[in-house]
Every structure is written in structure tokens, then in C-alpha cells.
């Protein structure tokens, strides 16, 4: 391969996967579509069953309490599928963006990812030990209830204490472990983004 | 080609002859299958990894379809959304892409088995080669190499055409030092 010709080169890298290849292709890609298709329908199925289950319980029991609770759950609910949508549109604009905009993107994307994980890392020991101090310093239940007789139970104190300590401590670890890939992927997208710029590419807008 | 008058023409509405208008996901499939099947491989050498970017592409080109209007041909529009997520997948890999590769299968019907091996072992030095090149000199090579004009390639990739020309010229530098040394 001495002399150097793009379109020679052109050729060899254009070669047609065989039938086989192209079978494996096309039900891989028919697949994937009736995947999304679904996860689609989906979606739009489970937002208006859990509004429909919500409204019900609202009319069933239309008390000032359950309409409250009823309309902040189809709020969450509303504001979850806009900022889902919000999220889906962003990443259609860094796919069909140039690659500089996808990488700025993909950048933003865990920076932002990174700071939500460090935030809840420190967050998360405070949290639980003020839960925990407030669980023992609530007033007693009724000694008589099942959750009564089983606060009075050590063990079962104890056992919730170590459920959540566990609980605590495999979040950390999980975000310890996220921050980390995190970083890496973000030392990765800069080395990009700096690959990008050392070519002194003039934008043509 | 002259660099300067293509870079600046235009690319075609629809240039595919599709017109504007999106055709159904599995004739999409059927033509630009094997594009995408090849900008996943010259991102991704392990298989397993690159079945999984392929169903990638797969799933963000059926995800973008709706956006795309017609203002470049559907070739463009799909190599652009098959190259940016093939290379959001590679960084979210954390080692660095392996430059192992298996032996792609050919076409049997236009070769006899020598020239196949040759031109099979010319492939896999390309994509080696390819796959070596920094992240903007490859997005280059990879759409020259699938026939794109320097215009489009200007057009998808938002730069000028000097620009271009100066990273091609990087690109086909680059590209032919590996291919010699691999000699």
C-alpha cells in the first residue's frame, strides 16, 4: 500500500457486508426500533394510569388531605415527563449537532452529574443521622400497635440502625465509584475537546 | 476534487433522492445499513462492544428521523448521528478502544479468494490505522472514505473549507505513516 489514493482506499473501506451481515443488521436494527416503539407506548401507558389511579382515589375520597396529595403526585408526575422530554431534546441536539457542540454537551451533561454525586455523598451521612435522631426523639407510638411493640424490640432497633448504616454506606460507595468513572470520562471529553482546538479549526458561521 | 469549489456548493435537498421526505426505518436500514455498520467499526474493535454502539446508532437515527428536515441529504444526517454517537460511546468507555479486530466478512462474488485476502488484510490495516488517528482527523478520513464531498463534509462538520483542508491534509499524513509502517 505505497501510493496513497483516497478514492483506491475508498473502495476497500466501502466493501458491502454479505447477505448474512446484512440480515443480522437489519433484524438487529428492527429490534432496536420495536424496543423504543414499545418503551414509548410504555411511557405515555404508565403516566396516564398512574394520573387515572390518582384522580380516582381523589373522587373516591375527596377530602381537603387527598386532594392535595392527589394534585402534588400529578404534579411531580407532569413535572418528571417535562424535564424527561426537556432531557431527550437536549440529547437529540447534541446527536444531530457537530461533534464540538455534542462534546461541550456531553461536558456540561457530567459536570453537572459529577456536582449532583458530590452533593449527595456529603449529604447523605447528615441526612441520616439526623433521621435517625429523629426517629428515637418522636414520640412514642401507641405501645399497643405493631410498630410500638416493635420499636420497644432492641433488636429490631438495632436491626433498622444496620439496614441503614448499610444502606449509607453502599450509596457511598456507589458514588464514590460514579464520581471516579466520572471524572475519568470528563478528563477523556476535555483531552477531545482539546484535540479539537489544537486542529485550529475555523468555524465556517 | 477541487477543495474550494466544493466545500462552498451546497449539498443537495435530499440528495439520496429521498426529497425531504423520512422513508420507513427498515428501508433506512437497508441503505444505510452498512454505513453505519462501518463507522461502528472503525470506532469500536471489540465485537461485543461494537454490536452494542451499532444498536446504538440504530436506536439514536430512529430517535432523530423526526428532526430531520431535508436541509442536507439523509446520508449526511445519518453519519452525523452514527459518528456523534459513536464517539459519546467511546468516551463513556473506561479503557481506551482495543485496536484487536476480527476479520469483517466480504463479498465472495467479485474476488477469488486471493484477492480477498489481500484486500481483507488491507481493510484491517485501514481500520487499525483509522482507529489510531486523533478523534477530529478520523471523523475526517472516515467520511472521505465513505464518499462524502469536501462540501458536505464542511457543511456537517461546521468548519470552513481551509480549515478542512488543513485537517485532511494531517489526516492523510497521518494515515499513510501507519499504513506504511504496518506495510
Do not use: C
Not at chain 2, 469536501?150 to 505513516?177: F, V
Amino acid at each position: 500500500m505505497t501510493d496513497f489514493d483516497l478514492d483506491r482506499l475508498g473502495d476497500v473501506w466501502r466493501q458491502q457486508p454479505d447477505p448474512a451481515e446484512m440480515e443480522r443488521l437489519r433484524r438487529s436494527a428492527i429490534a432496536v426500533a420495536r424496543r423504543a416503539r414499545l418503551g414509548a407506548i410504555v411511557d405515555v401507558v404508565a403516566a396516564i394510569a398512574v394520573a387515572a389511579v390518582v384522580i380516582l382515589l381523589v373522587v373516591a375520597n375527596p377530602k381537603l388531605q387527598t386532594m392535595v396529595m392527589g394534585s402534588g403526585a400529578i404534579l411531580v408526575l407532569l413535572g418528571s415527563n417535562i424535564r424527561l422530554r426537556r432531557l431527550r431534546r437536549i440529547e437529540l441536539k447534541g446527536l444531530t449537532g457537530t461533534t464540538e457542540e455534542m462534546l461541550d454537551q456531553s461536558i456540561a451533561r457530567v459536570e453537572t452529574t459529577l456536582r449532583h454525586h458530590k452533593f449527595t455523598l456529603y449529604a447523605t451521612p447528615p441526612l441520616f443521622l439526623a433521621t435517625w435522631l429523629g426517629f428515637m426523639m418522636a414520640a412514642a407510638p401507641r405501645p399497643d400497635s405493631i410498630f410500638g411493640s416493635l420499636r420497644a424490640t432492641p433488636w429490631f432497633r438495632m436491626s433498622l440502625m444496620a439496614a441503614g448504616f448499610a444502606a449509607v454506606v453502599g450509596l457511598a460507595i456507589y458514588l464514590i465509584i460514579s464520581i471516579r468513572r466520572g471524572r475519568r470520562e470528563l478528563e477523556r471529553l476535555n483531552a477531545m475537546r482539546q484535540a479539537y482546538r489544537e486542529e485550529g479549526d475555523a468555524p465556517a458561521r | 476534487m477541487d477543495l474550494q469549489q466544493t466545500a462552498t456548493a451546497p449539498a443537495p435537498r435530499g440528495g439520496d433522492g429521498s426529497n425531504g421526505a423520512v422513508p420507513p426505518f427498515e428501508r433506512i436500514v437497508a441503505d444505510y445499513g452498512p454505513l453505519i455498520s462501518r463507522i461502528a467499526t472503525s470506532y469500536e474493535a471489540d465485537p461485543t462492544l461494537r454490536e452494542d454502539l451499532t444498536q446504538q446508532i440504530f436506536l439514536a437515527v430512529w430517535q432523530a428521523l423526526p428532526s430531520w428536515r431535508g436541509d442536507s441529504s439523509l446520508k449526511t444526517f445519518i453519519a452525523r448521528v452514527a459518528q456523534n454517537r459513536s464517539i459519546s460511546f467511546v468516551t463513556k468507555q473506561v479503557r481506551q478502544p482495543r485496536l484487536a479486530e476480527l476479520p469483517e466478512r466480504l463479498e465472495a462474488d467479485t474476488l477469488n479468494p486471493e484477492e480477498e485476502a489481500i484486500e481483507m488484510n488491507e481493510r484491517e490495516m485501514l481500520l487499525a490505522a483509522t482507529r489510531r488517528l486523533p478523534l477530529p482527523q478520523r471523523e475526517v478520513i472516515i467520511l472521505v472514505l465513505e464518499g462524502f464531498s469536501y462540501g458536505e463534509i464542511a457543511q456537517m462538520l461546521e468548519i470552513a473549507p481551509n480549515a478542512l483542508a488543513l485537517r485532511l491534509s494531517r489526516a492523510k499524513a497521518a494515515l499513510k505513516s501507519m499504513l506504511e509502517q504496518g506495510q
